[in-house]
């Protein structure tokens, strides 16, 4: 973790912790690091990097020199989307910061409408999810395959699970840290898509309130996916265990 510089300012408003994971989104980062600090000027903003090799991690600990309220974890190796998340919230959490949240530096989540989330949140939700099929919620100029897929994805889940939440894998999200604590989010293991899910589905075990704010979800314009069929072969793996272990076996409620 990379120290605090001698200029960064005092947060006024303590409560919002945001984790980003990165790599490779050297193209990216500024871009979403401002506008980030335009929606929620307080925030704290975290940076998990992991080993890019196009200078990501040095772009951000600039951005944290300029701005404050900045910090770079950088991590030996690419380790995963849902590790990335892991750690951020861990480090929020252990903080003391209140609202947590995640979204991706790829651009695909607009920070525009973090103000939205955290209003989602501070009303009532334990968490708020930044959805793309909620009503009004878009998808703009994606294939129509992969709009499929994702929509099919959704509809197993929910129907494995036996939930009413639309968009199970968004990433886009607004967290209570106390939600976070009572669902002990760090025994989490699955890395891709599936730790969404496994985050969504420990939330209503737990009681918790979900609020679905729909967001129009775009396709990066920069840099290149990093989705594979592994992330997805692993979550539908996840999901149907989960789903016989808890509807048919009928086990504890809490993914394991």
Same mark, same amino acid.
């Given at each position: 973790?990379?120290?605090?510089?001698?200029?960064?300012?005092?947060?006024?408003?303590?409560?919002?912790?945001?984790?980003?994971?990165?790599?490779?989104?050297?193209?990216?980062?500024?871009?979403?690091?401002?506008?980030?600090?335009?929606?929620?000027?307080?925030?704290?903003?975290?940076?998990?990097?992991?080993?890019?090799?196009?200078?990501?991690?040095?772009?951000?600990?600039?951005?944290?020199?300029?701005?404050?309220?900045?910090?770079?974890?950088?991590?030996?190796?690419?380790? %995963?989307? =849902?590790?990335?998340?892991?750690?951020?919230?861990? /480090?929020?959490? $252990?903080? #003391?910061?209140?609202?947590? @949240?995640? *979204?991706?530096?790829?651009?695909?989540?607009?920070?525009?409408?973090?103000?939205?989330?955290?209003?989602a949140v501070e009303q009532g939700a334990d968490l708020a999810v930044g959805s793309r099929y909620a009503t009004g919620g878009?998808?703009?100029?994606?294939?129509?395959?992969?709009?499929?897929?994702?929509?099919?994805?959704?509809?197993?889940?929910?129907?494995?699970?036996?939930?009413?939440?639309?968009?199970?894998?968004?990433?886009?999200?607004?967290?209570?840290?106390?939600?976070?604590?009572?669902?002990?989010?760090?025994?989490?293991?699955?890395? %891709?898509? =599936?730790?969404?899910?496994?985050?969504?589905?420990? /939330?209503?075990? $737990?009681? #918790?309130?979900?609020?679905? @704010?729909? *967001?129009?979800?775009?396709?990066?314009?920069?840099?290149?996916?990093?989705?594979?069929?592994?992330?997805?072969?692993?979550?539908?793996?996840?999901?149907?265990?989960?789903?016989?272990?808890?509807?048919?076996?009928?086990?504890?409620?809490?993914?394991?």
């Open positions: 973790m990379t120290s605090r510089s001698s200029n960064e300012p005092e947060v006024d408003d303590p409560s919002v912790w945001v984790t980003v994971p990165t790599y490779e989104e050297v193209e990216n980062i500024e871009r979403l690091i401002r506008g980030v600090r335009e929606a929620v000027p307080a925030a704290h903003i975290l940076v998990v990097d992991d080993n890019s090799l196009d200078g990501t991690a040095e772009k951000a600990e600039a951005l944290g020199a300029e701005l404050g309220g900045i910090e770079v974890l950088r991590r030996p190796k690419k380790m %995963g989307l =849902g590790s990335a998340y892991r750690a951020g919230h861990a /480090v929020g959490v $252990a903080r #003391g910061f209140d609202l947590m @949240i995640q *979204i991706d530096a790829d651009l695909s989540h607009n920070p525009a409408d973090l103000p939205r989330l955290l209003a878009s998808v703009p100029n994606w294939p129509r395959h992969r709009l499929a897929l994702s929509v099919a994805g959704n509809r197993y889940s929910a129907f494995c699970l036996g939930i009413g939440v639309r968009d199970t894998t968004a990433g886009y999200r607004a967290y209570r840290a106390s939600i976070l604590r009572a669902i002990d989010f760090d025994t989490t293991h699955s890395t %891709g898509y =599936g730790f969404q899910i496994e985050m969504t589905y420990r /939330v209503l075990a $737990a009681g #918790g309130k979900i609020d679905e @704010i729909p *967001i129009a979800f775009t396709d990066r314009v920069r840099g290149n996916s990093k989705m594979s069929w592994r992330i997805v072969a692993e979550a539908m793996l996840l999901v149907t265990w989960w789903g016989f272990r808890d509807r048919v076996l009928h086990r504890d409620r809490l993914p394991r």
